[in-house]
């Protein structure tokens, strides 16, 4: 399990808070760049022992400043070497200096022509990149893409937004990405992740203490964010006592959504599951359940459910049918726990306000797990606002009061008071059909023991990946549900 100074994640702006306290604090900002340089130099050479030649691509900034310190160390190792910078002459504070230690000569950036053998120190841009890359630095990212040459990134892939993870304009795609006493959100999130490479995290000698005061409140997902909140069955527990979740089915021919939910549900350590089902359905549940529990459903059943204090979370949406049915039946369970998923989500798709003012009113504990088309339709304006995926969830959770856990390759959890996670262990084998209905049960599950909403969601996100990776290749999404207990992380 990581460390938690290891899970926060902080952005490019607050980085150059903490920087700046830094040097408040009496630190030397020049030995930091030196020991920036120098740990990006070091990881070169060891990657790229037999190089033809390294070449370091300096920009403007601190960013550049770190290229020539990189420049200057290569040069005392001995290494062929050529410097390629932006400004060279204009340079300012720290990056005037490490320029002024480096004794070899300093080419125009738009001079450089790509080779074959060699390997790219990139150091354009960093955490200052605030527009589209300039023309010669798109020119040199598009060589460099189609020659495939090893490339290794100080901070992060220029072209990269340390915020978003998104590209602008072109971004290098590296092999190998040295950043500094942290990482940025944009190098979790899609596509930056996979323009990284290997990502490498050097300690510079910032004190923790400060890059923690400046860091909001955002991680990577993993247990160390959820396993306290997570408790496992004791020696006292009974079925009851381990939270009963209930689903709700659609129609016969739409109701094996729902039962993958129920089904994950229960290998998500739920105590008890029943489905409750429309009579029409109830031939078709039964003939494929067993251990969960089947009842039909009818307004006494849905009104004893709401009264019995053993039932402790909802699932309602995986194969329901969009309808104003299913609005009023959202809309009556948020005394408890629930998961709203699927058509229970596109069927606020007309007047999301009213369930959002419903959760609000109730103080209701709700985890929603919108796909990108689902956020669409309740956060229209949002799902085309700019921005990061972060920020986009965080503004839907404070709209709407509910958990969202917006899914995708880089899933999103987001919390309303702001804190969110971003999601790293999902393989691309969980984008199968049902996949999404199995991360609703086994949420709900994690409701059930009692989880907060914002932990059980992480976890629920967490385990969802693992099990994507325990049930490998061809997974679909019954071997999903069959391998969840294998998928717990070791509680600690
Ligand atoms: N964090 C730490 O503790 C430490 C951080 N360090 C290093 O500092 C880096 C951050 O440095 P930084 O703030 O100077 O920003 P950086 O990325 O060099 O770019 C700024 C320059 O680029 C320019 N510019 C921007 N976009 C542009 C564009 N599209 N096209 C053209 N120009 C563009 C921009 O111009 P402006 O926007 O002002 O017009 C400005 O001149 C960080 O990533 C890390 O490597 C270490 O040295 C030590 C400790
Ligand atoms: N390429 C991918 N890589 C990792 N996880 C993915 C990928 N595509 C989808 N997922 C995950 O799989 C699940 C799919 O859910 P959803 O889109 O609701 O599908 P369905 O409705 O078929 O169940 C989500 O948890 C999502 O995060
Ligand atoms: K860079």
């Known amino acids: 399990m990581l460390h938690e100074f290891e899970r926060i994640l902080i952005g490019p702006r607050e980085m150059g808070l903490v920087d700046a306290d830094a040097a408040g604090s009496g630190i030397d900002s020049f030995r930091l760049m030196q020991n920036a340089g120098e740990a990006v130099a070091a990881l070169a050479l060891a990657r790229y022992p037999d190089s033809g030649r390294f070449v370091v691509l300096c920009g403007p900034g601190n960013n550049g400043g770190d290229g020539y310190v990189a420049a200057a160390a290569f040069a005392r190792a001995g290494a062929s070497l050529c410097i390629y910078g932006i400004g060279s002459e204009d340079l300012k504070g720290d990056a005037a200096r490490a320029r002024a230690r480096v004794e070899a000569e300093v080419a125009p950036l738009s001079a450089y022509a790509c080779r074959p053998g060699d390997v790219i120190i990139d150091a354009i841009f960093g955490a200052g990149l605030s527009r589209d890359v300039p023309q010669d630095v798109a020119r040199i990212i598009a060589d460099a893409t189609k020659l495939r040459l090893p490339i290794v990134a100080a901070d992060i892939p220029s072209g990269l937004d340390g915020e978003t993870g998104e590209i602008r304009g072109a971004a290098f795609s590296a092999t190998d990405t040295v950043t500094f006493m942290a990482r940025k959100p944009g190098h979790l999130l899609l596509p930056g992740r996979e323009l990284c490479g290997a990502l490498h995290v050097f300690d510079i000698g910032i004190p923790k203490r400060l890059v923690m005061a400046r860091a909001g409140k955002l991680w990577e997902n993993g247990p160390g964010l959820f396993s306290d909140a997570l408790a496992g069955p004791t020696a006292e527990s009974h079925k009851y006592a381990r939270g009963h979740v209930a689903v709700f089915s659609g129609g016969p021919t739409s109701s094996g959504a729902a039962r993958l939910s129920a089904t994950a549900a229960l290998k998500a350590g739920a105590g008890a599951v029943t489905l ?101 339709r309740l956060f229209p304006d949002l799902a085309s606002a700019s921005g990061s995926k972060v920020e986009r969830a965080r503004k839907a959770a404070a709209r709407s009061g509910a958990v969202i856990v917006y899914k995708g390759s880089d899933t999103v959890i987001a919390a309303p008071d702001g804190r969110a996670a971003i999601n790293t262990n999902a393989p691309a084998d969980l984008a199968t059909a049902g996949s999404g209905d199995v991360l609703a049960g086994i949420t709900a599950a994690m409701l059930a023991h009692a989880a907060p909403a914002f932990e059980a969601a992480c976890a629920a996100v967490w385990i969802h990946g693992r099990s994507g990776q325990v049930a490998g290749g061809g997974l679909t999404a019954e071997t999903l549900v069959d391998v969840i207990p294998q998928a717990f992380p070791e509680m600690v």
């Not at 009579?279 to 039909?296: F, G, I, K, T, Y």
């Not at 402790?312 to 369970?333: C, I, T």
């Open 276 to 376: 409750v089902s429309p009579s029409e359905a109830l031939a078709v549940n039964a003939a494929h359940l067993n251990a969960v529990m089947l009842r039909e459903a009818d307004s006494r059943a849905i009104r004893a459910m709401l009264g019995d204090h053993r039932v402790s979370a909802f699932v309602v949406g995986p194969g329901y049918g969009v309808s104003a049915a299913l609005r009023e039946l959202a809309l009556s369970l948020l005394t408890k726990p629930t998961v709203l998923d699927a058509d229970a989500l596109t069927a606020f798709a007309s007047e999301p306000k009213s369930l959002f003012e419903a959760i609000h009113a109730e103080g209701a504990t709700v985890v929603m797990t919108p796909h990108e088309g689902e956020f669409g």
